[in-house]
């Protein structure tokens, strides 16, 4: 196919921003990007998708989900309002988590995957739980995901919180099952956070992971409660007892990493364990402020994420954006930074699960792109592109959504979803949730 007509920002190490461009497909691939008139000369067979008025952009990634939170939406949570971050899980999250079950879960999957075709984000790193239901719960969301047609890496947040052990067996049964994956799904070992694990159950998990190459997928330090907890039972803060017990490293995503010390800090990096960063999240939860640019200038791999908040990946790097500027007292931070958390290094991360490189729109790379109904008031070149995105692209609307060459989205019509028929059943099936809590 040939998305012509467009403007086409190809990202990537080095960002041209086409205009008249067109971006050639073949299968799940890039075969060609270039000029549309020249392209159409070298391609005249492929069918056409006119981009006009629109820019052409990689799918976008997101790096640390929760499917699962769907039917929390206007829920009303009884009793006093949680007054902190154990409240918060408490009162919400481990009570609709528990509620979960069967039909609840694939349709808890189904909506946000759709939310995801809708904001352009074709790769999902999701963190599952649902302890009524833990076995054959991840196969519902594959199932989910193959239907949307985007890609996930999946895993089951590993909590003693209920039972011990919880969720390890899942884990183990999807990733000898997904094995290395096939480009579309991925599987990781989650584990909810430190205070919730025990160390036998920390360590088997580990052992599960390292056995099959998959990373772990964790919260850290969300909330000063959690390294409180570590340094309390253990006499070393969270980072320093996940390391010692062998769950950082490369494929690793320590998630949050609010409160987190220097050492600490060296750790990651030493390790070369990825942190996601969340800022609607922490500032939602109020827990703090990531120190993102101490991780940055150590060099670790920081990505983005919305953990659960939404599918947008835009408005979470704006947020970031405007966050890290008012928490630092200064207007010349993070223009560069939270860009490049969401465009490279959450392609870094996303091709250490899925072993694909995505984020860039180049012959060879997958066909994953969002197509956002923008017509730019001002010239937009490679020079200032970052300006048109934080300001512009972020309030622009996608139209069209690709993921392996598969058009799952054209028109702001889903194709691949019924979104109408699967809202209905949700809010049908979302007050029985809520009675179960
Ligand atoms: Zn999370």
């Known amino acids: 196919m040939r998305f012509e007509n467009g403007i086409v920002a190809t990202l990537g190490p080095t960002n041209q921003v086409i205009w008249n461009g067109s971006v050639v497909t073949d299968g799940e691939k890039i075969v060609a990007v270039g000029e549309a008139a020249q392209l159409k000369k070298q391609y005249p067979a492929a069918e056409s998708v006119d981009c006009r008025g629109q820019v052409v952009l990689p799918g976008f990634i997101c790096s640390h989900h929760h499917f699962y939170s769907t039917m929390a939406r206007g829920m009303a949570i009884p009793g006093e309002p949680a007054s902190n971050f154990v409240e918060v899980l408490e009162r919400l999250w481990w009570k609709l988590d528990t509620a979960l079950c069967d039909e609840d879960i694939l349709l808890s999957a189904q909506i946000p995957l759709i939310e995801c075709i809708r904001n352009g984000t074709t790769t ?24 949307a047609g985007i890609r996930a890496s999946l895993c089951y947040e590993v909590s003693d919180r209920n039972v011990k052990r919880g969720g390890v067996e899942e884990n183990r049964r999807f990733i000898k099952k997904v094995g290395k994956g096939d480009g579309q799904i ?10 919730t694990v025990s160390d036998d159950t920390l360590a088997e998990c580990v052992g599960i992971a390292r056995d099959a190459g998959v990373g772990c997928h964790v919260h850290v330090a969300e909330d000063v409660a959690d390294r409180d907890d570590s340094v309390r039972k253990y006499g070393v803060p969270t980072v320093q007892r996940l390391h010692k017990l062998g769950a950082s490293g490369p494929q690793s995503l320590f998630i949050h990493c609010v409160h987190i010390d220097d050492a600490e800090m060296d750790t990651i990096a030493a390790t070369g364990t990825a942190v996601v960063h969340n800022p609607e999240s922490n500032m939602n939860n109020a827990v703090g402020v990531t120190p993102l640019f101490d991780l940055l200038r150590r060099g670790v791999l920081v990505g983005l994420g919305t953990d659960g908040m939404g599918s947008d990946m835009l408005a979470q790097m704006r947020c970031g954006y405007l966050l890290h500027r008012l928490a630092n007292h200064d207007p010349r931070v993070a223009f560069m930074e939270m860009p490049q958390l969401l ?9 250490r699960q899925f072993g694909i490189r995505l984020g860039e729109l180049a012959p060879g790379r997958p066909a994953d792109m969002a197509i956002i109904d923008y017509e730019p008031p001002t010239p937009l070149t490679e020079n200032n592109f970052l300006g048109h995105l934080i300001f512009g692209l972020v309030d622009a609307t996608v139209d069209t959504t690709v993921c392996r060459g598969q058009i799952l989205m054209r028109n702001k019509r889903l194709l691949t979803m019924d979104e109408e028929r699967l809202a209905a059943r949700s809010r049908e099936l979302a007050p029985e949730v809520w009675k179960r809590l």
């Open 343 to 351: 465009l490279q290094n959450n392609a870094e991360i996303a091709e």
């Open 186 to 195: 991925a599987a990781m070992m989650g584990l909810h956070a430190s205070f």
């Open 124 to 147: 999902v790193i999701d963190h599952h739980a649902s302890p009524s239901q833990r076995e054959g719960s991840l196969d519902l969301i594959e199932q989910a995901v193959r239907q």
